[in-house]
């Protein structure tokens, strides 16, 4: 199998506060790993691909300085949103690819909420 | 020109039915495709994966996909209420020398009882 577990799955926070959330492959070393972001009723949005040893590679119009993403092993990446915001409050959700294979697997999601 | 579109719906059959899921992407050099579930407040878990042209059956489930086209389906026979969510379609593209999956903005289709 594939297990992608992520934590924590609801986090509330107070406006200006940092958040790290981790997502971690259980069964399988992940080269590479996703992180999204949904907002509702829309669509999961990629926000950075982070490979293991090497700095993210964020998407357009994603704040590298507010959202840190560190891969410093195979099997675990961390997200970090720093000096949050009430417009930062999503769905975040990342995705470990295993090596060899096509499939993504994803974890289950946090929930942020930032007040 | 969206990466990948879908009709965001929704989508309603009765318990039963055909439901026909569709979606198209612009990337040309494409090369897999995927189907996943996602329920309301959960993450999106993964029902089926297309490589080639052709159809790919998995129990109730059909892909198909056509290159020429670009575009990919999904159907789902004898529907059922516990199907009710939406269906988002993702494409592995390459992007700056990574390989990233990218997601339509999904169908929400609704089977009644």
């Known amino acids: 199998g594939a297990v992608v577990s992520q934590h924590p799955s609801r986090v509330i926070c107070k406006s200006g506060t940092s958040v790290k959330i981790e997502c971690r492959s259980l069964d399988f070393q992940a080269t590479t790993m996703f992180w999204y972001r949904q907002f509702p009723k829309q669509s999961l949005m990629l926000m950075a691909t982070?490979?293991?040893?090497?700095?993210?590679?964020?998407e357009q119009g994603v704040e590298k300085d507010k959202f840190l993403i560190n891969h410093a092993s195979l099997t675990l990446s961390t997200l970090t949103v720093t000096s949050a915001h009430p417009e930062d409050s999503s769905f975040y959700i990342c995705?470990?690819?295993?090596?060899?294979?096509?499939?993504?697997?994803f974890g289950s999601g946090t929930r942020l909420t930032v007040v | 020109q969206k990466e990948v579109e879908q009709n965001s719906g929704p989508l309603s059959v009765p318990e039963g039915a055909i439901a026909s899921l569709n979606c198209t992407y612009s990337?040309?050099?494409?090369?897999?495709f995927f189907w996943y579930r996602q329920y309301s407040g959960k993450s999106p878990e993964l029902i089926m994966s297309i490589y080639s042209n052709g159809d790919k059956e998995d129990g109730r489930f059909t892909a198909q996909l056509n290159k020429a086209s670009q575009y990919v389906s999904l159907l789902i026979r004898d529907s059922q209420p516990s199907d009710s969510a939406t269906y988002l379609c993702?494409?592995?593209?390459?992007?700056?020398?990574?390989?990233?999956?990218?997601f339509g903005t999904g169908t929400r289709l609704l089977v009644s009882p």
């Open positions: 993702a494409v592995s593209t390459m992007n700056t020398g990574f390989q990233k999956l990218v």
């Open positions: 990337d040309r050099g494409s090369q897999s």
């Open positions: 982070s490979n293991e040893g090497s700095k993210a590679t964020y």
């Open positions: 995705s470990a690819r295993k090596t060899g294979r096509d499939g993504y697997t």
